[in-house]
C-alpha cells in the first residue's frame, strides 16, 4: 500500500544494499522534465483526483459530487527511475460530450498525445462507465484500467471478476480502493510497463465497420492529415464527420483542430520549459 511514508529520495537511501529502485516518489509541481505523460480519465466521481493526489503528493479538490474538477491539474511522480507526468482530468461520461468541462478532458485524451492513459471505473456502476472504456479504446491501446471504488462494491455484496474484464477489454484491470490507498502501488507498477511497452494490449475494439464505411474513414482520414499534418486520430475524426457531428465539422471548418492539436502540444513545451504548474 502506498502510505505517506513512502520514502523520499535520500542520498543514505539510495546507496543502501536493502534500496530497491522501484518505489513512488511524490514529486508535487517540483518537476522540470519527464519521460511519460500519464492522463487520468474517467466517469466523474470515480476517485480520479484522489489517485492523482495519492500519486504526487498534491491536493486537488476531490469531494462527492460530480464535477469537482473543472480543469486539467498537472504534477508528476517518479518510479523505478523514470519520471511521470500525471494530467488529473475533468470527469466525461463520452467522448461525444459538448460540454465546456468535459471537452477539456476529450481534447486530451485524444490531442494531447498521452503515453499511458489511466480510466478510473466506478466497479459498483461497471455498466454505465463502460461507455466511456470502449469510446477511448477506439483510439488508443496504452490504456490501464483502474476499477476503484472496489470496497463499495465488496460493501454491496458486488464481485466484480476484474481477470474477466482485462480479459474481454484486452487492457490490464487494476482493481483499487484509492480513498484507502488500496491497490495503488499495482497500478503505479502497471502504469510503467504499459508506457515503457513491457505490456502489449490487444484491445476491443468495434469490428462490423462495413467495407463502404471503412473506404470512406481512409480516405476522409488522408484528407484530415493533408489539411492538419500531426493531427493524432484522424480515424476516429473521419468517424465522427461521417456520423454528422457538427461539433468536429465546425472545428475542420475554421481551423480550430489543427490549433487543438498544435495548442496542446505548445502548452506541453511551454510547461517544459517553465517547470511544471498546478493548473
Ligand atoms: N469509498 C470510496 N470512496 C472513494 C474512493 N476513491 C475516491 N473516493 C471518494 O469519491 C469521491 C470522489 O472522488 P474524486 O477523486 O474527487 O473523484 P473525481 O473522479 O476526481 O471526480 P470529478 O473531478 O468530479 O470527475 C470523494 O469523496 C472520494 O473520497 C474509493 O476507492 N472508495
Ligand atoms: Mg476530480
Redesign the pocket.
Known amino acids: 500500500m502506498i502510505s505517506e511514508k513512502t520514502p523520499a529520495s535520500s542520498a543514505a537511501c539510495e546507496t543502501c544494499p536493502v534500496h530497491h529502485a522501484a518505489y513512488l516518489l511524490k514529486l508535487g509541481v517540483e518537476m522540470d522534465e519527464w519521460d511519460f505523460v500519464v492522463a487520468l480519465a474517467?466517469n466523474?466521481?470515480?476517485?480520479?483526483?484522489?489517485v492523482f493526489n495519492a500519486l504526487t503528493g498534491l491536493r486537488q479538490h476531490?469531494?462527492?459530487w460530480?464535477?469537482?474538477?473543472v480543469t486539467r491539474a498537472e504534477g508528476g511522480f517518479k518510479y523505478d527511475g523514470q519520471t511521470y507526468k500525471l494530467v488529473d482530468l475533468?470527469?466525461t461520461y463520452s467522448l461525444l460530450s459538448t460540454a465546456l468541462d468535459e471537452e477539456i478532458a476529450r481534447d486530451f485524451i485524444l490531442f494531447g498525445r498521452p503515453d499511458v492513459t489511466v480510466i478510473?471505473v466506478d466497479a459498483t456502476r461497471l455498466e454505465r462507465n463502460l461507455n466511456l472504456v470502449l469510446q477511448i479504446l477506439e483510439i488508443t491501446e496504452r490504456v490501464v484500467i483502474c476499477l476503484?471504488?472496489m470496497?463499495?462494491a465488496r460493501r454491496h455484496g458486488l464481485q466484480v471478476d476484474h481477470r474477466r474484464l482485462a480479459r474481454d477489454l484486452g487492457v490490464p484491470v487494476v482493481p483499487?480502493?484509492?480513498?484507502?490507498g488500496e491497490g495503488l502501488d499495482l497500478l503505479v507498477q502497471t502504469i510503467a510497463e504499459m508506457a515503457s511497452g513491457r505490456i502489449a494490449n490487444k484491445p476491443h475494439r468495434i469490428q462490423h465497420l462495413s467495407p463502404d464505411l471503412q473506404q470512406a474513414v481512409i480516405k476522409l482520414s488522408k484528407q484530415i492529415e493533408m489539411v492538419f499534418p500531426g493531427v493524432p486520430n484522424t480515424r476516429w475524426v473521419a468517424l465522427r464527420l461521417l456520423d454528422g457531428d457538427e461539433r468536429i465539422a465546425q472545428a475542420i471548418t475554421e481551423g480550430e483542430l489543427g490549433d487543438l492539436s498544435n495548442g496542446i502540444q505548445d502548452r506541453s513545451e511551454r510547461i517544459r520549459d517553465l517547470g511544471v504548474e498546478a493548473v
Not at 460530480?66 to 474538477?69: A, H, I, R, V, Y
Open positions: 474517467g466523474p466521481n470515480t476517485g480520479k483526483s484522489t476531490t469531494g462527492n460530480p464535477g469537482k474538477t475533468p470527469g478510473t476503484n471504488l470496497d463499495e483499487t480502493a484509492a480513498r484507502y
